[in-house]
């Protein structure tokens, strides 16, 4: 990894999960804001941020994110991180602005887009939120978002994921579920990111398995693998540390 611009600590961009905002990366923002410069934006419509006038898309997100860090005198290439919509997010990144990378963090992600059926499950779910609430979306998805131990001995952390989701908007969550289900396929991008990447996922994510981070590592030419042991989908969440033990280790080696 180049290092970054010299007596600046290397920033660090963390882009959050669906249907969560920001907030979920407060214990990796305490951890690593020591020796980086840690931003962890909102998506359109999520922690309180206006929605676009028109329908955002994951590539148009990136793009806006392109155009916030020009404003921020982010000039020189960063470290881009997302977990799960996130990691979309990133991908799209890397695959629009290489030249801004200098790393990409990849977890509980993956490159393809949406099959048919998944794009039919957005839209059921886009018809049910006609009459349901995010706290009513969060109950159907934390079986699936949290693993088994964390649901049965962190009440906490179920009760975290649950408070973010229910505090988001309907609308920002009805727009982000068109984007995801409107993604493009990254995959065939992957072996084009010669930048060092890491890829996390939980060993027990049941949304993106490790079987699709390790089919993301085989196509990237400069990836490292890190699975997080008791941890499911949202594992920055389920084992904060580890999580940020990953990123620390990998920005030092990689530099
Ligand atoms: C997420 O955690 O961001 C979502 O699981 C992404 C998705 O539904 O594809």
């Not at 793009?63 to 990133?90: Q, R």
């Not at 693993?147 to 962190?154: D, G, L, Q």
């Not at 997080?228 to 990953?246: D, K, R, V």
Request: hydrophobic residues 45%.
């Amino acid at each position: 990894m180049q290092p970054a611009a010299s007596g600046d600590k290397p920033v660090l961009v963390l882009i959050h999960a669906f249907p969560q905002d920001h907030t979920m990366w407060e214990a990796q923002a305490a951890n690593l804001r020591t020796d980086h410069r840690v931003f962890a934006p909102d998506v359109f419509g999520f922690g309180g941020t206006p929605l676009p006038d028109e329908d955002w898309t994951i590539d148009s997100y990136a793009d806006n994110l392109a155009a916030a860090m020009e404003e921020l005198g982010i000039d020189t290439p960063f470290v881009l991180g997302g977990l799960s919509m996130g990691g979309y997010i990133a991908l799209a990144f890397a695959r629009k602005f290489p030249e801004r990378l200098r790393g990409l963090i990849l977890a509980d992600t993956r490159a393809d887009a949406d099959t048919e059926e998944a794009k039919a499950n957005r839209e059921k779910t886009i018809a049910a939120m006609a009459t349901q609430t995010p706290a009513d979306l969060i109950e159907q998805m934390l079986p699936k978002l949290l693993c088994e131990s964390t649901r049965a001995s962190k009440p906490e952390i179920v009760e975290r994921v649950r408070t973010t989701a229910s505090r988001q908007s309907r609308e920002g969550v009805i727009a982000a579920l068109k984007a995801l289900r409107d993604r493009s396929d990254s995959t065939a991008s992957l072996k084009n990111m010669p930048f060092p990447t890491l890829v996390i996922v939980g060993a027990e994510d049941a949304i993106t398995p490790p079987a699709l981070a390790e089919a993301m590592v085989k196509e990237l030419p400069n990836a490292t693998l890190e699975v997080i042991a008791n941890a499911g989908h949202l594992s920055n969440l389920e084992q904060p540390e580890a999580f940020a033990t990953a990123i620390r280790n990998w920005m030092q080696k990689a530099k």
